[in-house]
């Protein structure tokens, strides 16, 4: 109570309080502020850092699922490559020539050798040319 009576007998410290009060509630504000404006980009960068970890996580889930299936593909090509090789071999081609078409070895007089022109010049050409 004595600072309202020293304030009412002196109003130039009334003015100097109330002035005092503007400042300080001011320099409050701008702290809060401050405080608020921190607390948003701590918040924005941690939503952002979440945010990429968790993109990280997609594409590596992404790198083992094509990762996987590249193993499985290449398991499918060697089976198929050895599928091909067992198919093409001479043994399974006589095979299959004797057993399920009725096929044998052809005889001197059977086989003929078609030739094309070309390939006929060449031949007597090389026949010439022995000594």
């Not at 952002?48 to 970890?53: A, D, G, M, T």
Request: glycine share 4%.
């Amino acid at each position: 109570m004595t600072t309202n009576v020293a304030m009412q007998k002196n109003p130039s410290r009334r003015i100097a309080s109330a002035t005092m009060g503007t400042r300080e509630r001011a320099m409050r504000s701008r702290l809060l502020k401050r405080v608020i404006g921190l607390m948003l980009l701590a918040t924005v960068l941690s939503i952002v850092h979440v945010w990429s970890r968790v993109q990280v996580l997609n594409v590596r889930y992404a790198i083992t699922d094509v990762q996987q299936r590249v193993e499985r593909l290449s398991k499918t090509v060697a089976h198929v490559e050895s599928l091909v090789e067992s198919l093409q071999s001479a043994e399974r081609l006589t095979r299959v020539a004797r057993e399920e078409l009725g096929l044998s070895t052809p005889t001197a007089g059977q086989v003929v050798i078609v030739r094309t022109p070309e390939q006929e010049a060449t031949r007597q050409a090389a026949v010439l040319e022995r000594p």
